[in-house]
């Protein structure tokens, strides 16, 4: 294909400098990951997003059961009646409930949400299988999609219907419970860092943006491209919130009747907006090995040279027996050139082209996704090779998204410092916990609290919006 052909081809890919929203747009759409549906604010998962979907949701799952978790399943639709139980958590989720109000050709008495969340559900099964202190703790997680009425939406970021697990345990004692909220918070954690190849925030959310119901939030928060905050996970400790008004109680070892204390804790699709977000550039996606569909691509050049395919094929075996996912593109009607850049758009991390120059030295060609680098691997060794450009490849991704991190996150000391700082990333501040400078904030820079580091250090003695006297160290920036 003529060279003019294939620059054509990522041309249609919006400059994240020009417009970041719409490169988001473009990579989302070209890489072929979803499309849209005929209801508003839904989408359909594409076979390569859903892979990559599926490839979170094994190794989360994987984690979760690591933790002594198990997985169960809540139906889709909730009375009326249940969400009304605890006051606070129906308050927070009403304005984004759909409702079923007909069955068949029947009008319900009762109206029936699709579930925004499971707590309601989670809390009246809870209430029936627990009887004694010997059944404590429950942790359990589910796999599901959930409901909520958004007004504007956005692929994986933010739609109306989203895939999600969330994690739902009760416990004994506070301390359990507290113990639990903070365990899954490291587990989130390092899946983002470790997997996913995305730097977070960890820490716990103020009041104003704790969920609604809890007694305390934590979140891990990650920072994209163009420096915004999303929250990529959160953990709740609900304590006796809903264990009073769903009645969950159990008979304890000396005999009496006691309310369990709770937790939840959930991530979602938004991941998938994460790791683009994060990584992605003018060519289309960049996938950390560990969550690509496809670790290794095989491009045969020259396919029409005997040995060539032969040869391609049994380092495809080779690759496949290893435990790598890998790809041959055998496919005889598109140019080699057109194939770079379909498979550059995909994000996949490591290219190997093998020619017939390649096969006479002994070697595969290769080219890195994440750093374009360049190389050559022999074929006598090649699993070895592929696995320690694959690792060095996950490394790399974190180390960059790491350093943007911290280059873009300063501390401040006023609000003409803040306002500056949250245009292009963190701002960590010095705060006096009043909501009225939350408040302030938000309303003057668009910005919000995103969460309290564990480190509470003081760096500064006066609130950032007000003067006085300050409390907390907490991290601020836009977000979506």
């Known amino acids: 294909m003529a060279k003019g052909k294939e620059q054509a081809f990522v041309q249609h890919i919006t400059p994240r400098d020009e417009n970041f929203s719409q490169w988001y747009t473009d990579v989302v759409r070209m890489a072929d990951l979803m499309d849209y549906t005929p209801v508003r604010g839904c989408i359909a998962l594409k076979p390569y997003g859903n892979r990559i979907w ?47 109000t007909q069955g068949g050709g029947e009008v319900l008495q009762e109206r029936l949400a699709i579930r925004p969340t499971s707590e309601t559900m989670f809390c009246t099964m809870f209430a029936q299988w627990v009887q004694s ?38 416990h004994a004692t506070a301390e359990e419970a507290q113990e639990e909220t903070l365990l899954m918070l490291e587990v989130y954690r390092s899946f983002c860092e470790d997997v996913l190849a995305v730097p977070v925030f960890s820490g716990q959310k103020s009041d104003k943006e704790k969920f609604a119901g809890a007694r305390a939030t934590y979140s891990v928060e990650a920072m994209m491209q163009d420096g915004k905050a999303l929250q990529a996970g959160t953990t709740h400790n609900f304590g006796t919130n809903f264990s009073v008004p769903f009645n969950i109680q159990y008979q304890n070892k000396e005999g009496e009747l006691a309310y369990v204390h709770e937790t939840s804790w959930g991530m979602s699709t938004r991941l998938i907006g994460a790791i683009i977000m994060t990584h992605g550039d003018e060519r289309g996606l960049k996938l950390p090995p560990a969550i690509a569909p496809f670790q290794v691509v095989i491009l045969p050049i020259a396919a029409h040279k005997g040995g060539v395919m032969e040869k391609c094929g049994e380092v495809f075996d080779l690759l496949k027996q290893a435990g790598i996912r890998v790809k041959l593109d055998d496919r005889d009607h598109l140019s080699p050139g057109w194939k770079f850049n379909e498979w550059e758009l995909k994000g996949v991390p490591l290219r190997l082209e ?96 995103r969460n309290m580091p564990f480190d509470q250090t003081p760096f500064g003695d006066s609130c950032v919006c007000c003067g006085e006297k300050a409390r907390k160290v907490m991290y601020f920036a836009k977000a979506y």
């Open 133 to 170: 202190w010997r059944d404590l703790p429950m942790k359990y997680n589910q796999w599901c999609s959930v409901m909520r009425w958004e007004k504007t939406t956005r692929p994986f970021l933010r739609t109306a219907e989203f895939w999600w697990q969330e994690g739902h345990t009760i």
């Open 54 to 100: 599926e490839l979170i949701r094994e190794e989360l799952d994987r984690r979760f059961k690591e933790t002594g978790h198990e997985n169960v399943s809540m139906p889709m639709l909730i009375p009326e009646s249940l969400l009304l139980k605890e006051a606070e958590h129906v308050e927070g989720f009403a304005p984004e409930v759909a409702w079923v």
């Open 354 to 449: 093998i020619g017939p120059r390649d096969i006479e030295n002994g070697v595969a060609s290769y080219m890195r996704r994440d750093s374009f680098e360049k190389g050559t691997l022999q074929l006598d060794d090649l699993t070895s090779g592929v696995k320690t450009l694959l690792e060095g490849i996950q490394q790399g991704m974190f180390d960059l998204a790491d350093a943007f991190k911290v280059e873009r996150t300063q501390d401040v000391s006023n609000m003409e410092e803040l306002t500056a700082q949250v245009q292009v990333g963190y701002a960590r501040a010095m705060w006096c916990g009043n909501r009225a400078c939350e408040d302030k904030i938000k309303d003057e820079t668009s910005a919000t609290s």
